[in-house]
């Protein structure tokens, strides 16, 4: 496939948002968790949350800014080269004052999985579970679920570029 043209590029960018919609959406459902978000690489941000898929009556934590994520644990393992990050109880994982806040402004979250989105190597986007109000023990194919479902958005990602 050769470059893409300057008329192509909003349709493809389309067609990319659209797919990652989607898959955020199947994460959510597949798993039932109250949250699933899609962080993203972007010049100038860190990884803001770009698609969120949510259970009714959860709110949302696109543009959302008062959690500074440079320095949270989570996010520095992933960019540390962790593949995934899982929590049984986020309230037990980490005594980080800013991840104990960031509980509460993310809406009660009690257990999540992260998932590193990797394209050649590169951390090009963050895919978060989030388990609100109890905690929840993660089973062995939920965690491989987020894990193809991040495969999945990378490809997408991956070809979008091309």
Do not use: K
């Amino acid at each position: 496939m050769g470059s893409m043209s300057t008329e192509s590029q909003p349709l493809t960018a389309a067609l990319r948002d659209a797919a990652l919609d989607a898959l955020v959406g199947a994460l959510r459902e597949a798993l039932d968790v109250g949250r699933c978000t899609l962080r993203l690489d972007r010049p100038g941000e860190t990884f803001p949350v770009v698609h969120e898929s949510r259970a009714p009556g959860v709110g949302t934590l696109i543009g959302e800014t008062t959690v500074v994520l440079t320095g949270q644990p989570v996010v520095e393992a992933m960019l540390a080269g962790v593949p995934q990050v899982v929590q049984d109880d986020c309230a037990t994982a980490s005594d980080d004052p800013a991840f104990q806040r960031m509980l509460g402004v993310y809406g009660g979250m009690a257990s999540q999985i992260v998932t590193a989105v990797r394209v050649d190597g590169e951390l090009r986007g963050i895919v978060s579970l989030h388990q609100l109000g109890t905690a929840r023990r993660w089973t062995a194919a939920e965690t491989e679920a987020a894990a193809r479902g991040a495969g999945l958005i990378g490809a997408v990602l991956a070809e979008a570029a091309r």
